[in-house]
């Protein structure tokens, strides 16, 4: 199964080259996901690899491992049928309020392992359930908060990287705000919560979200 489009075989000084172009480029702008997702690529293969392994010793990874299911409009579409109350409707809602798409997420690129280009797909793709999870705006705080839970979650460098290039950008009260609040609040979140890699989510749309909150050890972002 091909994930996303085309892949680009690189050779070694090639890889370093896009890595460092895309750090230049998304430390200047961190809103670039295109920019993003090409450091995470050529940056994050040894992180991706031991993801990989502990999703494979999961039931719910390695299920998703076999299914390679895609968050994309023609599978998750009915999350925005659900009740009220649960996690598919909280994640419908976080989507349809920012005129967002599944279908958005830019294609895997760099990954020439088919098994590793799915997990940095997935990784990719799951990106929005955790910004509904832990109830985390979309903004620049909300971003660089998220960027400190994966990258304790995944250790990817292009995490830690994001979160310096956004709090770059930060103005004093933003990160007065972040670096007393945000920060310390999302180190603990990250270590707290259950792989959030070895969760298949689709199968929990239709579950209370305060109750998945709880059984997946998510506490919720402190209020702007």
């Known amino acids: 199964m091909m994930i996303g489009g085309a892949r680009v075989r690189l050779n070694v000084w090639q890889q370093a080259a896009v890595a460092m172009g895309s750090a230049i480029g998304a430390l200047m702008d961190p809103r670039r996901a295109d920019l993003i997702a090409a450091l995470g690529e050529t940056t994050g293969k040894p992180a991706f690899e031991r993801v990989l392994e502990r999703m494979k010793k999961s039931s719910e990874g390695h299920a998703i491992l076999l299914e390679r299911p895609r968050v994309i409009s023609a599978r998750v579409g009915h999350a925005w049928d659900m009740p009220a109350n649960t996690f598919g409707a909280a994640y419908a809602k976080f989507m349809g309020s920012r005129n967002f798409s599944p279908d958005d997420r830019p294609p895997v690129r760099f990954m020439e392992i088919d098994e590793l280009a799915y997990v940095a797909m997935r990784a990719r793709e799951v990106h929005d359930f955790w910004h509904t ?38 103005s ?32 929990h749309f239709h579950e209370d979200l305060d109750d998945v909150r709880r059984k997946w050890g998510i506490v919720p972002a402190p209020p702007q």
Not at 182 to 196: E, H, V
Request: proline share 4%; glycine share 6%; aromatic share 14%.
């Open 172 to 203: 004093e009260k933003q990160r007065a705000l972040f670096f007393q609040h945000y920060f310390p609040w999302a180190t603990r979140a990250g270590i707290r919560c259950t792989d959030l890699m070895c969760i298949y989510y689709e199968q």
């Open 133 to 170: 999870l832990f109830n985390l705006p979309t903004d620049l705080i909300g971003e660089s908060a998220l960027k400190v839970i994966e990258f304790e979650q995944m250790l990817l460098p292009m995490c830690l990287l994001s979160v310096i290039g956004g709090t770059a950008r930060f």
